[in-house]
């Protein structure tokens, strides 16, 4: 998990952020600001985000609403989640990933890996790409070839998060090209699926394939949770090459991979999977059976707050439940939609 000491907005009240916002926002819609929470989360502004959340939960307390507590306080949860895979992949696991003739790494290389994640985290990418190339420098003047590669790997994952799917093409390549020959199963895995995803985001379905493959037969070896997170993609692969029934057992494994771990580690990644195998059951012509997991999908979205996400839903079910002749639930879905509206509104 990630250091509470990186996310000072969690647990202080008196941050100048938090403060600011708690001014701007005090009068708003409790609803209106749970949405304007992740969609601060959605854009990559994870400090707008804890910020928003940490006042809703400190708002919500204040007069008693304990409904808005509750999502307040998993929203917060969440995002830390969320930043800790970063975690995942960048771990310093000396017994797993390291040869054991690889020299121990010297302290201004961590703190590089320190620097960038803590930009990383604060949406400040272009800073961590700088730190990033620091390390890079810094190891293949010391001849650490593995550093070397997990440098390279970092640096696809950050352009993959900017969506720059070329760049991160180019070091994915590059990292790939290293770490084959390092004893460093979970960065080769990190580079094998963060090149998949950037394949896949350009439209090589074949290639975006055969790396996420790799990588979750790596991330199974090792038994973490990143092995969910590229199964969930690889499903998407298959599901565009109209490979339905083998995205269909991809989204299977994710899932059964999700329940190898905490509830509380796993749930957005639950609900997105879910999601996904709604709409394979639709791609399918099986509409009937896409109606149980975007159920699913929907009721983790509500639980966590997350408004938009939970709205396309309750869109998408209304218009399955219409097309099956099952108006009064078709109804209920839209009325919510309606509601939610009607939250949100400044006015309410």
């Given amino acids: 998990m990630v250091s509470t000491s990186m996310f000072p907005l969690l647990t202080n009240t008196a941050s100048t952020t938090l403060t600011a916002w708690l001014c701007a926002n005090i009068q708003q819609p409790l609803s209106q600001q749970v949405a304007q929470g992740w969609q601060h989360f959605d854009q ?36 830390e989640q969320a930043l800790s895979d970063w975690d995942d ?26 620097a960038a994640k803590a930009a990383l985290y604060n949406n400040h990418f272009e800073e961590a790409l700088h730190h990033l190339d620091q390390a890079l ?36 390549q ?24 950037a394949h896949f985001h350009l439209g090589h ?18 038994g973490i949770l990143s092995e969910g997170k590229t199964l969930n993609t690889l499903g ?19 899932l059964d991979c999700c329940l190898e771990h905490t509830a509380a580690a796993t749930q957005a990644l639950t609900a997105e999977i879910l999601d996904h195998t709604g709409e394979l059951y639709e791609a399918m ?6 109606i149980a997991p975007y159920q699913d999908a929907l009721a983790a979205y509500q639980h966590t707050g997350d408004i938009v996400k939970a709205n396309r839903l309750l869109h998408r079910l209304g218009h399955l439940y219409e097309t099956q002749g099952r108006y009064t639930i ?14 949100n509104s400044p006015n309410t």
């Avoid at 804890?50 to 995002?79: E, M, P, V, W």
């Avoid at 992949?89 to 320190?114: G, I, L, Y």
């Avoid at 090209?177 to 995803?197: I, K, M, N």
């Avoid at 009325?335 to 509206?341: R, Y």
């Fill in 236 to 254: 998407q692969v298959y599901a565009q090459q109209k490979a339905f029934m083998f995205a269909l057992a991809a989204y299977e494994a994710a």
């Fill in 285 to 290: 012509g099986y509409n009937v059976f896409a």
């Fill in 174 to 197: 590059a990292a790939i090209a290293v770490l084959e020959d390092c004893a460093t199963p979970r960065y080769l895995a990190q580079a094998l699926h963060t090149l998949g995803s």
């Fill in 205 to 222: 379905l074949d290639a975006a394939q055969t790396h996420l493959e790799k990588a979750a037969t790596l991330y199974h070896s090792l």
């Fill in 89 to 114: 992949d960048w771990v310093q696991d000396t017994s797993q990933d390291v040869a054991p003739d690889q020299p121990e790494r010297a302290k201004p290389e961590h703190e590089c890996f320190s």
């Fill in 137 to 172: 420098h810094q190891f293949t003047t010391q001849g650490d070839i593995a550093g070397v590669g997990q440098s390279l790997a970092a640096i696809a994952r950050v352009n993959l998060t900017c969506t720059d799917y070329a760049r991160a093409l180019t070091y994915g």
């Fill in 330 to 343: 078709a109804l209920d879905c839209y009325g919510q939609l309606q509601q939610n509206a009607s939250s």
């Fill in 44 to 79: 990559g502004d994870i400090s707008a985000a804890i910020a928003c959340f940490r006042g809703l939960l400190d708002h919500s307390k204040a007069i008693g609403d304990a409904y808005f507590t509750h999502i307040a306080g998993n929203s917060l949860q969440f995002i």
